[in-house]
């Protein structure tokens, strides 16, 4: 009955202090926000323990580089292909961060397109997928046109599109 008495007086406390001690430096989140940048550097280091790490540049100059930590293995797998495009990154601060290097922990992410927006009618439309979609077109129909210079040539690329991709074939009927 002595050691049960010893184990709840002393040994629980310290076990629910050192629980919430944790807690409040590695897990209470102080703070959460969103960062748009070029993913710089992106890598798993560490001694004993391998965090994921990276590095974000959201302009040009010291301070305009922010420092980031991942714990989730998906999103780091993800990031990992994205290095050295623009990204936006949703993360959580907490007090301290060990065992990553920094208390900057990466909760999403998604890639950065710049899209801007009109309104027309009542709808938005998306003026990028728009010009894209143009200049594809304009690019097949170009490729098309230097086929006229040769007649059978042209025929017998229509022939083969035409077995192979109807959605190309259609493609042609809309050029000509």
Request: aromatic fraction near 16%.
């Amino acid at each position: 009955m002595a050691k049960i008495k010893t184990f709840l007086y002393i040994f629980l406390p310290l076990f629910l202090i050192l629980f919430a001690t944790k807690w409040v430096l590695f897990d209470y989140v102080v703070s959460s926000g969103k960062r748009v940048g070029n993913l710089t550097k992106f890598s798993k280091k560490g001694r004993i323990l391998k965090t994921w790490e990276g590095t974000i540049d959201e302009g040009s100059g010291d301070k305009l580089t922010s420092y980031f930590s991942v714990k989730n293995e998906k999103i780091a797998n993800e990031l990992f292909k994205y290095e050295g495009r623009k990204v936006v990154i949703y993360y959580h601060q907490h007090l301290m961060g060990f065992p990553r290097e920094t208390s900057y922990v990466v909760t999403e992410w998604k890639p950065f397109e710049e899209d801007i927006k009109i309104r027309g009618a009542g709808a938005e439309s998306n003026v990028n997928d728009k010009l894209l979609s143009e200049l594809q077109k304009s690019y097949f129909c170009s490729l098309l046109g230097t086929l006229y210079a040769s007649p059978d040539l042209y025929k017998q690329v229509k022939e083969f599109v035409k077995e192979r991709n109807l959605f190309l074939y259609k493609q042609i009927a809309e050029c000509n």
